[in-house]
């Protein structure tokens, strides 16, 4: 599957993003879908991840209760919707798609920059 992330910007604390991310081919609701990010100087971390279906969702303890990751199948999509954005939100945000029973994310989106300034 192919993936393509979008929706970054810059915006002031306390604002709100929505990322989506669109997939190529017929198979994108068999894949569990995850965003995560990286921030400058920093190493990659997880956000957050939801199952094929939509039903279960994931997250970070950083983005709990501000972000909410979901899914459109018949659009082949995923959102990552930001409120409450803090300047530490400040990264490239990529999606990426693993395998129901593959632990490895083996597809990856090219990132999208959230900036939030002070």
């Known amino acids: 599957v192919q993936l393509q992330a979008s929706g970054g910007g810059l915006v002031q604390a306390g604002g709100s993003l929505r990322l989506s991310c669109a997939g190529s081919?017929?198979?994108?609701?068999?894949?569990?879908m995850g965003w995560f990010r990286q921030a400058p100087g920093k190493e990659r971390e997880f956000v957050a991840t939801?199952?094929?279906?939509?039903?279960?969702?994931n997250y970070a303890d950083s983005v709990k209760g501000r972000f909410t990751i979901s899914r459109d199948n018949a659009k082949n999509t995923v959102y990552l919707q930001m409120n409450s954005l803090k300047p530490e939100d400040t990264a490239v945000y990529y999606c990426?798609?693993?395998?129901?029973?593959?632990?490895?994310?083996?597809?990856w989106g090219q990132g999208t920059l959230v900036t939030v300034s002070s």
């Open positions: 990426a798609a693993r395998e129901v029973y593959i632990i490895t994310w083996g597809y």
């Open positions: 081919g017929r198979t994108f609701g068999r894949y569990v």
């Open positions: 939801i199952n094929s279906s939509g039903g279960s969702t």
